[in-house]
Nanobody, 121 residues
Framework: QVQLNESGGGLVQAGGSLRLSCAAS????????MGWYRQAPGKQRELVAA???????DYADSVKGRFTISNDNAENTVYLQMNSLKPEDTAVYYC???????????????WGQGTQVSVSS
């Protein structure tokens, strides 16, 4: 089992910045990638950004150039630096960890509890 502990959400004005952190604990070996999803009221959950253990990052088009994902493998932590925030970035942000199961070699995704990000206009 992997536990994910998120922090860093809050309320910020448009144009401001926030940094989210997510620390993984428990059975953290074989975590292949970590990422961030978000869900706004009335909308489906969507991928924001993800990063492999080797550092390859992918971003949703809506956040490219504004958000940066990074990881600290030694601390099993992933960060999301969010700059130039817009009201449409308002959502609950969820951390994920993709772990390759030892016996089955299948990838299992773990989810954090979510942290609220609110951007006022």
């Amino acid at each position: 089992q992997v536990q994910l502990n998120e922090s860093g959400g809050g309320l910020v004005q448009a144009g401001g910045s926030l940094r989210l952190s997510c620390a993984a604990s428990g059975s953290v070996f074989s975590i292949a990638a970590m990422g961030w999803y978000r869900q706004a009221p009335g909308k489906q959950r969507e991928l924001v950004a993800a990063i492999t253990r080797g550092g390859r990052a992918d971003y949703a088009d809506s956040v490219k150039g504004r958000f940066t994902i990074s990881n600290d493998n030694a601390e099993n932590t992933v960060y999301l630096q969010m700059n130039s925030l817009k009201p449409e970035d308002t959502a609950v942000y969820y951390c994920t960890a993709d772990k390759v199961e030892t016996l089955t070699h299948r990838t299992r995704r773990y989810w954090g509890q979510g942290t609220q990000v609110s951007v006022s206009s």
